[in-house]
């Protein structure tokens, strides 16, 4: 059994031989080809001649076939030579591994590092450092990503010869990982990588730092600083809800029925609500005055206001106007109570109706106020007022209708927003030859929370009506509350300070300062509230009475101021100051009633 073997050095030689053999051959050839293959003829006679034309084609012949010979050669000696090549290289990769492998085991197992290679990169979302490069030859490894909260890995350090790792980006706001050191005689120093975007509930929101560059060794540049990360936006307002409901304040004693007392007892005022839910109680009706005589006037008691809510809770209503009634002269109704403010968040309370006046040239009592809404509550409706009731004449005069209440202001949003981080330090060029990294910018910061909108105000109240057969006009309505204002903006945040240039070695320039980190723009004034809707004018007496005068619509609320913009952070040395942050916008007004 045979075997057959190739040896690419061997191979090789071959073809070098046989490269020499073809050079001697096509010299030999070309020497005799001018002798041979022009032979002249010995005489002038056909048969000299003929004879040298036998001897001059045999020769071309030859040629010819020595050209063939010579191609076929030449490609003999090619196949040789890239086969020769082809088993080189392929020896050559199989034995590389085993070749390094056998190399760096020494080195691995007394330094910890290897002597050639690269250093691994660090895992994503880990925070892990790269790998150091191999202390002769090799680059180090880029450090991984952090997690929220988590710092970003620094790059691996180079060897004798090689580059250092950039540094991982850091985690919600966590600082970006250092840049790796270069190659102790040449290379380039890593990135810092770049801090972190601020989340509120971090590091109270502010932008991670970003990572120093690393520095060069004998020859070479300093790495970058990294950029530092934006501040977290600030929270906007939100205003406060209802509480859950508890027993609501006790309510005022209503005033009664009196024929002998004028006016009777009003009503009394609702008590106020002290613990959180806790609505206001309602005011007491006024008392009513019924006729003992004709030809006397009457006036009903008044009614009482109604509490204020407790935190989170509406305000008491306000207690009925009580009636007044007589058949001839002159009645009044009592007037409505007035609504009790509402706690925070919550509206206030409804005016109470006015009492009616019946007889001639009587008076209706007026709607109370409503009451106040709390801190971004609406206001109450204003109450309705009393109707009047006169057959005979046409001198009597309905109530008017309850101003409502105005809506609450709206809560300013509070806190700064988080500031940006700062930009890394470029690294260090090289002691003999290099430049300095340039200084990373500046993180932006967060723009500032806006502020909540105004509370609607409330309607205002129905004027009275008037019934019988004489021209009487109805009462005016009640004007519409006026919306709250809107919360101001809150300050955005200052922008983060542009990190120091890099040193320059010997020979080299200075890296260049970080611009400092735009502040953040001031949050947006909140919206102000809607004024309330008009009341409606009372209607007259049936047939031949005009309607009375609709109450205006409230005012909307004005909005809120935006909030000032965050100061531009410092730059690093020689590097240029971040522009300030742009004021928040004003809140809109709000819409008339």
């Known amino acids: 059994m045979s075997f057959v073997i190739a040896q690419p050095e061997m191979i090789a030689a071959a073809a070098g031989e046989l490269a020499s053999i073809r050079s001697a051959i096509n010299a030999a050839n070309a020497a005799a080809a001018a002798q041979t293959t022009g032979v002249m003829s ?47 290289s392929a020896e050559a990769a199989n ?11 020494p080195a691995q197992a007394l330094l910890g590092r290897p002597l050639i290679g690269n250093g691994a990169n660090g895992a994503p979302g880990t925070g892990q450092a790269g790998g150091d490069g191999g202390l002769l030859f090799g680059n180090g490894g880029n450090g991984g990503s952090g997690a929220p909260g988590q710092a970003g890995g620094a790059g691996g350090a180079a060897g004798f010869f090689g580059n250092g790792g950039n540094g991982g980006d850091g985690g919600a706001g966590a600082n970006g990982g250092a840049g790796g050191t270069a190659g102790w005689f040449f290379g380039f120093g890593g990135n810092g990588g770049a801090g972190g975007i601020g989340v509120a509930g971090i590091n109270g929101g502010l932008g991670g730092a970003g990572g120093d560059g690393g520095n060069a060794g004998f020859f070479g540049n300093g790495g970058n600083g990294g950029i530092g990360g934006a501040g977290a936006p600030g929270a906007n307002a939100v205003n406060p809800g209802l509480a859950a409901p508890v027993t ?12 002998t007392s004028d006016p009777p007892p009003n009503g009394g005022n609702g008590f106020d609500g002290v613990a959180v839910g806790q609505a206001g109680g309602a005011g007491g009706d ?50 409505g109570g007035a609504g009790g403010a509402g706690g925070a968040g919550a509206p206030g309370g409804a005016g109470g109706n006015g009492g009616s006046g019946f007889g001639s040239s009587s008076t209706g009592g007026d709607g109370g106020k409503g009451g106040d809404g709390g801190i971004g509550g609406a206001g109450g409706p204003g109450g309705n007022a009393g109707a009047t009731s006169s057959a005979v004449t046409a001198t009597a005069h309905p109530g008017n209708g309850g101003a409502g ?3 609450g202001d709206g809560v300013s949003a509070v806190g700064t927003a988080g500031a940006g981080g700062r930009g890394g330090t470029g690294g260090h060029g090289g002691l003999w030859i290099g430049n300095g990294g340039d200084g990373g910018a500046g993180g932006v910061g967060g723009v500032g929370g806006s502020g909540a909108a105004g509370a609607v105000g409330g309607h205002g109240g129905t004027g009275g009506a008037s019934t019988g057969t004489a021209p009487i006009t109805g009462g005016q309505g009640g004007n519409g509350g006026d919306g709250g204002a809107g919360g101001d903006g809150a300050p955005g945040g200052d922008g983060g300070a542009g990190g120091d240039g890099g040193g320059r070695g010997l020979i080299g320039q200075f890296g260049a300062g970080g611009v400092g980190g735009a502040g953040g723009a001031g949050g947006a004034g909140g919206a102000g509230g809607d004024g309330g809707g008009a009341g409606v004018g009372g209607v007259g007496a049936a047939g031949v009475g005009a309607s009375g005068q609709g109450g205006a619509g409230g005012d909307g609320g004005d909005g809120g101021a935006g909030g000032k913009g965050g100061a531009g952070g410092s730059g690093g040395v020689n590097g240029a100051t971040g522009a300030d942050g742009a004021t928040g916008a004003q809140g809109s007004n709000g819409n008339t009633g």
């Open 286 to 335: 006024g008392g009513n005055h019924a006729a003992n005589s004709q030809f006397t006037s009457n006036t009903g008691g008044s009614g009482g206001a109604g509490g204020a809510g407790g935190d989170g809770a509406p305000g008491g209503n306000g207690g009925y106007g009580g009636n007044a009634q007589s058949s001839l002269l002159n009645n009044v109704g009592g007037n």
């Open 95 to 105: 034995a590389g591994p085993n070749m390094l492998a056998a190399v760096n085991a």
């Open 248 to 259: 609501p304040a006790a309510n005022g004693g209503n005033g009664g029925t009196s024929i």
């Open 42 to 88: 010995a005489a002038a006679d056909e048969v000299s001649t003929a004879v040298a034309a036998l001897f001059s084609s045999h020769a071309q012949a030859y040629q010819a076939a020595s050209a063939q010979a010579a191609a076929f050669h030449a490609q003999v000696v090619r196949t040789l030579t890239v086969d020769a090549g082809a088993y080189a």
């Open 405 to 407: 209440g105005a809506g």
